[in-house]
């Protein structure tokens, strides 16, 4: 077995297509680090004499506005409050309308609410090139027939179709590995450069290097899908058709029109995996005598929930594609 897994890697590593495939996620996570340069450089002496003017402007209009915007944001605040079945959810931030000089000049730059939020924001990179490496990879030995004489000296197909699947999830690893460190590395410079690395108010979200960690482990286990998926259609082309197909039809169409299915969309998990959890909105609603009332409320999907959608969606592929290639004409 471990002999197939090193020339399957070998396999992997030799093909055109998908050193090109490694190039470009490597050359889009290069562009990523002219967007960290860009919020890393603090504004220049005119950008903040401008947000002045724009500040002082607003700082006026205030002083001789303000009073009665708050009042009419407070009585319909009042009328909303009345009409919901849950008034203390209803908060317009009536205390908060006063302009301050931060909303025009912008928060300062800060290495890790900004690095976290770029490396969360590359996530869907992280997804979809393992799953087409890894498809791509397993479909082109069908397409070519290599798949065919591959049997012929190794004809135990479980031990040729975990090897296949583990070679694409390990070679993933160190692919994602880079892509990041390059992230993180050219945010780091910069913000070292420009002296901002804690130019920001501390962040309530994962810290970068956790995101990082968690992108670098969520490759391997995308990969295996993809690999499952070659496998079950054969064609580097298909594998793509299912993933659009499945990201139109039921990520989007299926899950925006069942709101009740948003704990269960692979978009859901993956996100609350990278970013150690997230929140989706079921609206509800209720009738009173005032009439119709709807409100959103909030979900969590934790961590743990993510990480365990995810290896069990990987393990249940992977088991129907093995099932599927040991049964299947290969010809």
Known sequence: MSRLLRVELDRFASRTLIRLGVVGVLVICCLAVVNAWQSASPPTEAERAQA???YEQALEDWEENGEQWVADCEEGEAAEKEAATDPDAIDW?????????????????????DTTALLMSMSALFVLAPLLLAGSFVSAEFSTGSIGNWLTFAPRRTRVYLSKV?????????VAAVGV?????GSWAFYRYFDTLDGGPASE???PVHVALRIVALAPVIAVIGAALGFLVRHTAA???????WLVLVEVILVGRVQQLQPWAL????TAWVEGSTEYYVTQCTVNAAGQSCQSVEHVVSQTQGAIYLGVLAVVVAGIALLVFRRRDVG
């Open 267 to 270: 978009i859901t998990n993956v």
């Open 205 to 207: 979200l994962s810290s």
């Open 181 to 185: 460190a390059i992230v993180l590395g």
């Open 239 to 245: 594998v793509l058709g299912v993933m659009l197909g």
């Open 52 to 54: 002045q003017v724009y």
């Open 93 to 113: 931030g009536c205390d908060q309308m006063e302009p301050k000089a931060e909303n025009w000049l912008g928060s300062p730059p800060s290495f890790d609410t």
């Open 166 to 174: 583990l070679a694409a999830g390990l070679a993933t690893i160190p």
